[in-house]
């Protein structure tokens, strides 16, 4: 447990301190990590005993920062409990059990509500007496957890991946889909996301990657739905997060701008290197998602754009995440010294020697607002680490 604490959670409460979290939300968070995060994650040794599938280097756990000051910062992570397939349960019964431990765990949660939780599972997963496998197409779990983290606050939420079911079941996403959306209540915004899908060739269609929910009850809760998808250019990007112009009708205006503001930066060409990334001119992989609830007859939308896959290398990236923080309305201390921060919290290799850790820079298109976000892997197999490890032993 002693590796994940340095990996993993002193870099969120690095994260923490520097978005001025309360004391008490830092203490409280601290301990819910230590007792109720780690024991979960499995033994961090290589070679990597369980590979999860939510980073690039198996670490299973990505967690993320919305740029903004004071209480508008939230951070967000998910992780794969690999200590449980490990122990032989993959049991829905025990993923329940867990997410009740861990919201009552969370002294600031709010009610725990798991109706939808049931639905999605009932709709999008393997049945409890079917062969779980693991293939070159599907990752080895078929689910991970979420918690987001305020100030003041804390909500748990499930990602599940419905591909694994559908590569056995030999049924479409778009049907397990749409089945539990009627279940929810959430067909009419749904049916717009179909439409705008019928647009597309079978061969250029985006791709169902993963649908979450958040652990609430139903008048608050949200079913996102992420697509894996090509983005040549903002044009194409901005077709996506209007749904081909359907959402342009909205007050989305905020969202588009932030969106922009990111584009122009991610692609901008930087003379020396030391300013901007350069060289990107789109972004393929990239994953945009649709939010539907209730009382919205269309969704709202989000990209991620992968940064970790198309530039030189992190301090560039940082450097990109500054510049572009600069711009953001209330969100210009995040930028001060941000790349000595980034190098100060992973110390363990040079910034400037590959990329990993910055994995996607994302922004929500909303009505009446947006908010950006970076997310990061803590690379608790990164080579630089493995070598000082066998080091040690020897």
Not at 154 to 167: D, E, G
Not at 260 to 275: C, F, Q, R, Y
Not at 367 to 391: C, H, I, M, W
Request: net charge neutral.
């Amino acid at each position: 447990m002693s590796d994940w604490w340095t990996t993993i959670a002193l870099p969120v409460i690095a994260f923490m301190r520097r978005q001025n979290y309360p004391a008490a939300s830092l203490d409280a968070y601290a301990l819910f990590w230590r007792n109720e995060i780690l024991p979960l994650l499995g033994p961090c040794t290589t070679p990597v005993v369980y590979p999860s599938w939510i980073t690039d280097d198996h670490t299973p756990v990505e967690f993320s920062v919305v740029l903004g000051s004071g209480t508008r910062s939230v951070l967000r992570f998910s992780f794969e409990p690999s200590a449980l397939p490990l122990a032989g349960d993959r049991s829905l019964a025990t993923l329940k059990r867990t997410l009740e431990r861990l919201g009552c765990a969370l002294t600031m949660e709010s009610t725990l509500d798991l109706e939808w939780f049931d639905i999605c599972a009932d709709e999008l997963l393997l049945g409890e007496s079917q062969e779980r496998v693991c293939t070159d197409q599907a990752p080895v779990s078929e689910t991970s957890i979420g918690i987001d983290l305020a100030h003041r606050s804390a909500n748990i939420k499930v990602y599940f991946m419905p591909r694994i079911r559908s590569l056995i079941s030999q049924e479409l996403p778009e049907d397990m889909i749409s089945r539990t959306t009627e279940r929810l209540g959430l067909h009419k915004p749904w049916a717009a996301i179909l439409q705008f899908l019928s647009r597309f060739s079978p061969a250029d269609r985006p791709n169902i990657d993963i649908v979450a929910i958040d652990c609430v009850p139903a008048s608050r809760n949200r079913l996102k739905i992420y697509f894996r998808t090509d983005i040549a250019s903002y044009a194409q990007m901005e077709y996506f997060l209007t749904l081909g112009g359907v959402l342009a009708t909205q007050d989305i205006g905020a969202g588009l701008r932030n969106a922009t503001l990111i584009w122009d930066t991610l692609t901008s060409v930087s003379e020396n290197g030391n300013a901007l990334l350069g060289k990107a001119s789109g972004f393929p992989g990239a994953l945009i998602y649709y939010e539907l609830k209730h009382g919205a007859d269309v969704p709202s939308s989000k990209v991620y754009l992968p940064v970790h896959r198309y530039f030189r290398d992190d301090l560039v990236i940082s450097r990109a995440v500054a510049h572009l923080a600069s711009k953001l309305p209330d969100v210009s201390s995040v930028a001060k010294g941000y790349p000595d921060f980034i190098q100060e919290t992973f110390p363990y290799r040079s910034l400037s020697s590959r990329t990993g850790i910055h994995t996607y820079v994302a922004c929500t298109v909303k009505p009446g607002g947006s908010d950006v976000s970076v997310y990061y892997n803590p690379e608790s197999f990164a080579p630089e680490r493995t070598r000082k490890q066998l080091r040690s032993l020897l």
